[in-house]
């Protein structure tokens, strides 16, 4: 079955403790994005990656880390987490250059909270 | 820039009701629009899409035309039920790919 696979889907940590949210996906998609969602905000774009080895910046990147060394993985890494990270996070995938034509696939998300 | 406008929530209708969720947007160009579905405890799933002007995209009953004279994309079902109880968010790309947005979403609740 073709699907972005997040894990884990919640998560209750300290601030300051390392941690990373795996994305998986099994499509040969070349691009891959995370968002946050957060009440009256909407997503918002924290990351998105090309293809293997290139990333960028979205709208919120600040305290966020990626890297994309296979197509298939775009893990997200949050160094030394706060408590303004809660948040409910989704990784999203889309063949490139396709976003336009259909739009992404989304994992089931990570519920994320930084005590 | 580009961005995506809809209308607040919740919504709450009734068994049958007739739905509509209003969205506009601000795009240079022609982008493709987009009516994400969001159920309890799930992901975003794509609903509908529409590419170029005066598309019409449909699925699942639901409905929106690509209007470019208005810049709207609105949401419509002609009778909705329990189970279209969801957060709908309304979505623009670029022709590029390069950029997507997403409107803040719409809260719906169908009661029986």
């Known amino acids: 079955e073709a699907q972005v696979t997040q894990n884990p889907r919640y998560l209750i940590t300290v601030t300051g403790k390392k941690l990373t949210v795996t994305c998986s996906q099994n499509?040969?998609?070349?691009?891959m994005s995370w968002y946050r969602q957060d009440p009256g905000l909407g997503l918002r774009q924290i990351y998105y990656?090309?293809?293997?080895?290139?990333?960028d910046k979205g709208d919120v990147p600040e305290g966020y880390k990626v890297s994309r060394k296979e197509k298939r993985n775009f893990p997200l890494i949050l160094e030394s987490p706060s408590p303004n990270q809660t948040s409910l996070y989704f990784c999203?995938?889309?063949?490139?250059?396709?976003?336009?034509?259909?739009?992404?696939?989304f994992g089931s998300g990570t519920r994320l909270t930084v005590v | 820039g580009d961005s995506v406008t809809q209308m607040e929530g919740p919504v709450t209708l009734s068994e049958e009701a007739f739905l509509t969720i209003n969205c506009t947007y601000t795009?240079?160009?022609?982008?493709?629009l987009f009516w994400y579905v969001q159920y309890p405890g799930e992901g975003l799933q794509l609903l509908l899409k529409?590419?170029?002007?005066?598309d019409k995209g449909s699925n699942k009953g639901f409905e929106a035309t690509y209007r470019k004279e208005t810049t709207s994309f609105h949401l419509e079902k002609g009778s909705v039920q329990v189970s279209d109880s969801a957060v709908y968010f309304c979505?623009?790309?670029?022709?590029?790919?390069?950029?997507?947005?997403f409107g803040t979403g719409t809260s719906l609740t169908v009661i029986p």
């Open positions: 999203a995938s889309s063949l490139y250059g396709t976003i336009f034509e259909g739009g992404y696939t």
């Open positions: 499509m040969n998609h070349e691009y």
């Open positions: 990656s090309m293809n293997v080895e290139v990333t």
């Open positions: 795009a240079t160009g022609y982008p493709s």
């Open positions: 529409a590419t170029k002007a005066d």
């Open positions: 979505a623009l790309s670029d022709r590029t790919g390069n950029q997507f947005y």
